[in-house]
């Protein structure tokens, strides 16, 4: 069964170091997603991608956060200068058509921000 | 802008019915609703356009009330493996799912 991928499983870094986590979608899958989840707290919206380009974002998604697909296959989130508060799990999702459907997660990427 | 759940957390027994509520002060396209185990990723239970209409699958189900912009899922006769957390996710707009800050289930034998 096709899924969600992605790496690193847990990334460690510096604070105001930049880091990429990396998603590999569904194949055929269209629309693209990034959340995150501070332990123990609620899943949280951070961008949604389309057609190459943003479609929405939250608050959260600030100038630090950006996001790529640098090619046919790979979803990139990128945060230029973690803080401490970066700490969290970042999960990507894919869909295959509009927003209103299922979105399928990866495992999620663990960031711990020294 | 996000959902509100309730209640934060449930404690059963197999066999045992829930409900978990989400409601929304504003208008919804949408309502979605994941299960998440400890340490892994949500897991889609269902979704719910507007319409007001009921899903289900197994001994889950859902509905959603877009008058009163409430959903509510439904678990009859649980089983160990419904224990986790649950949350509802709303679609305000098109590609922009908030989540609520969900509800713990734990089913006990």
């Known amino acids: 069964e096709p899924e969600v991928t992605q790496t690193p499983s847990h990334q460690v870094t510096q604070m105001g170091q930049e880091v990429i986590l990396r998603c590999v979608p569904i194949?055929?899958?269209?629309?693209f997603y990034w959340y995150r989840q501070i332990l123990g707290q609620k899943v949280e919206f951070l961008v949604s991608?389309?057609?190459?380009?943003?479609?929405?974002k939250s608050e959260i998604f600030d100038d630090q956060f950006s996001v790529e697909r640098p090619d046919g296959s790979n979803f990139t989130l990128k945060i230029r200068s973690t803080k401490l508060e970066d700490s969290a799990m970042y999960f990507c999702?894919?869909?295959?058509?509009?927003?209103?459907?299922?979105?399928?997660f990866g495992p999620g990427t663990r960031l711990t921000v020294l | 802008q996000q959902p509100v759940q309730s209640p934060q957390a449930v404690i059963l027994r197999e066999g045992e019915d829930a409900v978990i509520n989400c409601s929304s002060s504003?208008?919804?396209?949408?309502v979605h609703w994941y299960r998440q185990k400890h340490g892994e990723a949500p897991v889609f239970l269902m979704i719910?356009?507007?319409?007001?209409e009921q899903k289900g699958h197994d001994k889950i189900s859902a509905s959603f009330n877009e008058k009163k912009q409430q959903s509510s899922l439904y678990l009859t006769a649980s089983q160990l493996s419904y224990s986790g957390t649950y949350f509802c996710?709303?679609?305000?707009?098109?590609?922009?799912?908030?989540f609520g800050a969900g509800t713990r289930l734990t089913v006990k034998p």
């Open positions: 999702a894919s869909s295959v058509t509009s927003g209103y459907n299922e979105q399928f």
């Open positions: 194949s055929n899958h269209l629309y």
């Open positions: 991608f389309y057609n190459n380009e943003i479609s929405e």
């Open positions: 504003k208008a919804l396209y949408s």
């Open positions: 719910l356009l507007k319409g007001g």
């Open positions: 996710g709303t679609e305000r707009s098109y590609l922009d799912m908030r």
